[in-house]
């Protein structure tokens, strides 16, 4: 059974970093996709940064309103996934979600991924 478990989020304010981590267990980083999604109140769940893997080759994708600031990457020795996030802004708050497909897909649509997690609150102050 593959989970995955979301730690980091919190309170901050504009300006400031935060790093998520996602742990996943059951799932091995070998030709897969994992990456992060964000859903503000009222809007739809959203894609920000993802990993691709297949074959050795990695892949990274981010959503525009995040490039430059965001970084994601991987141990794959522990199985957890992070998500570095410089410069917040309060656009950025919402609850961020870690999800995986045992496929290595290009990029972070919704639709695609098959296990989430439960998801951790970040909140940007302005």
């Known amino acids: 059974e593959v989970q995955l478990v979301e730690s980091g989020g919190g309170l901050v304010q504009a300006g400031g970093s935060l790093r998520l981590s996602c742990a996943a267990s059951?799932?091995?980083?070998?030709?897969?996709?994992i990456g992060w999604f964000r859903q503000a109140p009222g809007k739809e769940r959203e894609g920000i940064s993802c990993i691709s893997s297949s074959g050795g080759t990695t892949d990274y994708d981010y959503a525009d309103s995040v490039k430059g600031r965001f970084t994601i990457s991987s141990d794959n020795a522990k199985n957890t996934v992070y998500l570095q996030m410089n410069t917040l802004k309060p656009e950025d708050t919402a609850v961020y979600f870690c999800?995986?497909?045992?496929?290595?897909?290009?990029?972070?649509?919704?639709?695609?991924?098959?296990?989430w997690g439960q998801g951790t609150q970040v909140t940007v102050s302005s």
């Open positions: 999800a995986a497909v045992v496929s290595p897909l290009l990029g972070c649509e919704v639709n695609e991924y098959d296990y």
């Open positions: 059951g799932f091995f980083f070998d030709d897969y996709a």
